[in-house]
T-cell receptor, first 113, second 116 residues
Framework: DAGVTQSPTHLIKTRGQQVTLRCSPK?????VSWYQQALGQGPQFIFQYYEEEERQRGNFPDRFSGHQFPNYSSELNVNALLLGDSALYLC????????????FGPGTRLTVT | AQSVAQPEDQVNVAEGNPLTVKCTYS??????LFWYVQYPNRGLQFLLKYITGDNLVKGSYGFEAEFNKSQTSFHLKKPSALVSDSALYFC??????????????FGRGTQLTVWP
């Protein structure tokens, strides 16, 4: 049973650039949530996708956008990168009507220089 | 608004001793509570949850947690700690209203160190 996978593992970008992170949910799951985990902090909710629509959004600027594909996989896009965007980006999947817990991938470490 | 507090940044315990990692929460409505563990350079691994029912819930790797509604707490416990339990532990909450769609609110995490 494949768990949540994310790519790439690590990424280094320059201020002002754009980045795309990818996530494949756990087999059988239909919902993807994205979280940002800054160093020494707990994960902060960015947004959640279900049925290819953004269902909930946390307190993140419009520079953060996403997409969900028909196969339930998802992308997180960040435009005009800032130094403060450096963090571990975590993807979590779950199943509507399932058990409420979210299963997390290993994360993508983004460094903005 | 939903929030979680983990009052201890670090917990240190000797192997074989019981451990407790504390968590208090604030949520509108009935709380759904979760514990996750994070090993270095890894994602979060689900340990256990409280949705409804018995206040003492059992999870993976011998961990358990006690839900206390009057004290709005959900402390993580283990009767006998192992060195391999050393990791970063996160408590999370969401409100119980609505469907299984829902965001999690996380605490800042507690670093557990178990020494031999």
């Amino acid at each position: 049973d494949a768990g949540v996978t994310q790519s790439p593992t690590h990424l280094i970008k320059t201020r002002g650039q754009q980045v795309t992170l990818r996530c494949s949910p756990k087999s059988g799951h239909d919902t993807v949530s994205w979280y940002q985990q800054a160093l020494g902090q707990g994960p902060q909710f960015i947004f959640q996708y279900y049925e290819e629509e953004e269902r909930q959004r946390g307190n993140f600027p419009d520079r953060f956008s996403g997409h969900q594909f028909p196969n339930y996989s998802s992308e997180l896009n960040v435009n005009a990168l800032l130094l403060g965007d450096s963090a571990l980006y975590l993807c979590a999947s779950s199943l509507v009507g399932g058990r409420y817990e979210q299963y997390f991938g290993p994360g993508t470490r983004l460094t903005v220089t | 608004a939903q929030s979680v507090a983990q009052p201890e940044d670090q917990v240190n315990v000797a192997e074989g001793n019981p451990l407790t990692v504390k968590c208090t929460y604030s949520v509108s409505g009935n709380p759904y509570l979760f514990w996750y563990v994070q090993y270095p350079n890894r994602g979060l691994q689900f340990l256990l949850k409280y949705i409804t029912g018995d206040n003492l819930v059992k999870g993976s790797y011998g961990f358990e947690a006690e839900f206390n509604k009057s004290q709005t707490s959900f402390h993580l416990k283990k009767p006998s700690a192992l060195v391999s339990d050393s990791a970063l532990y996160f408590c999370a909450v969401r409100d119980g209203r609505g469907s299984t769609l829902g965001r999690l609110y996380f605490g800042r995490g507690t670093q557990l160190t178990v020494w031999p």
